[in-house]
């Protein structure tokens, strides 16, 4: 077991303090490298997104939406594809315990609420060198925040790390300190290459109209800066007035999406839109069409889906 607050915050991310020139010339395989970053990056469960987004190394990713918006589904849905890829994930899912977290991952691998016990224990075991969990509950000190994520990266080798949610990382009553932190978490995205997915809320909408918009990259909780430090950004919005209708037994359209998956911004790549997703009428998982077929991405190579 690893004891991440012996690491040294200040030691793993010296900076060297004399600026120096750079040659053009010297250049080019920097521009290659960030070229190859670009054109590939751990794909989503969603192949009609996957040519314009992608979940790339190096970069900090925001992620948020309104409370009870299914931004955490979303979130594990991306981890469990990225396993599938064959990436290392490392979750710290401070609000949830972690058998939890296991289990919200096994459901939306086996496509059912509470498979048995019997293919909890063989995904267990088809994860684990992949999956590894934070296991607390319970607000955690930003410098431990940013310890914990350096051993996701160095000792356990993870390409995907979630951290689920700023508001847990004891920094969203300080602005500056808000920005800091989320500073020293992209520079640890880009040292170690890997990609920190940061889970966050955005703001209560005022007016009558509640929480029919789809949110925007300034919409978010806190300094206005997030926007501006994070790589990409995603926002989760779910069509609760549909959810409503389809509850209560009324009609209601279906080629309206579920949910929407918005690319609000991404430095390193033109596309910025939305796609509509639907959930599985068996499970938490978003579908890429209305026909509701579990994307491939999401469906383990190992683990037998279907065996119960």
Known sequence: ???????????????????????????????????????????????????????????????????????????????????????????????????????????????????????????????????????????????????????????????????????????????????EFTQTLAAVAKKFKVCVLLIHHVRKPSGNDGEKHVPGKYDFIGSSHLANIASSIIVIWHNKEKAQMKNDGFMYDDDTPDLIFKVAKQRYHKYEGMVGLWQHNTCRSFCGTSRRIIDQLTIPTVGAHNDF
């Open 1 to 179: 077991m690893i004891d991440f607050k012996d690491i040294n915050i200040n030691e793993e991310l010296a900076i060297v303090e004399s600026a120096e020139m750079v040659a053009t010339t010297d250049l080019v395989d920097r521009v290659e490298e960030r070229r190859k970053t670009a054109d590939e990056g751990i794909r989503t469960p969603w192949e009609k997104l996957n040519a314009d987004f992608a979940l790339r190394k190096g970069e900090m990713v925001l992620m948020g939406g309104y409370t009870g918006h299914f931004k955490s589904t979303v979130a594990s849905q991306l981890g469990l594809s990225a396993i599938n890829q064959g990436y290392s994930v490392g979750i710290a899912s401070l609000e949830l315990l972690a058998e939890d977290v296991l289990e919200q991952y096994v459901e939306l691998a086996a496509g059912r609420e509470r498979p048995p016990i019997e293919y909890v224990g063989n995904f267990a075991k088809w994860a684990e060198p992949r999956l590894h969990i934070y296991d607390r509950v319970d607000a955690i000190a930003p410098d431990s925040a940013i310890q914990m994520v350096i051993a996701f990266a160095k000792y356990k080798k993870c390409d995907l790390i979630v951290l689920d949610a700023l508001m847990m990382m004891g920094v969203c009553d300080d602005l500056e300190r808000e920005k």
